[in-house]
């Protein structure tokens, strides 16, 4: 019923900014109500992290690691979400994820749904 689509990541220099989208694909007759958007990151053997969230209303949230340095934004109507990294670190190299959480149609529950990753490298 949704599927997320991202774009955007790739290669980028210690320093600099890069940008990953993500847009819900919603299947059609279906409504879909945001809850909240996020990104989570996950780096070779390590856990997937939360880095990022917005919620309906516009209220975000960043993980220490990456407060001051990544925006997040979007546009919960649209079930689009954006982030806007920059200082990049070596560190933030890893597959980053789109998450939305949401109730379709006349659901009362939340479901949850995940975009296939997209790579960010941070390399000289």
């Known amino acids: 019923q949704v599927q997320l689509v991202e774009s955007g990541g790739g290669l980028g220099q210690p320093g600099g900014s890069l940008r990953v989208s993500c847009v819900a694909s919603?299947?059609?007759?279906?409504?879909?109500?945001?809850?909240?958007m996020n990104w989570y990151r996950q780096a070779p053997g390590k856990q997937r992290e939360l880095v990022a969230t917005?919620?309906?209303?516009?209220?975000?949230k960043y993980s220490r690691a990456v407060q001051g340095r990544f925006t997040i934004s979007g546009d919960s109507t649209k079930s689009t979400v954006y982030l806007d990294m920059k200082s990049l670190k070596p560190e933030d190299t890893a597959v980053y994820y789109c998450?939305?959480?949401?109730?379709?149609?006349?659901?009362?529950?939340?479901?949850?749904?995940w975009g296939q990753g997209t790579q960010v490298t941070v390399s000289s």
């Open positions: 919603i299947a059609s007759g279906y409504s879909f109500a945001i809850t909240s």
């Open positions: 917005i919620s309906r209303s516009g209220t975000t």
């Open positions: 998450n939305q959480i949401g109730r379709i149609g006349t659901s009362y529950v939340d479901t949850e749904y």
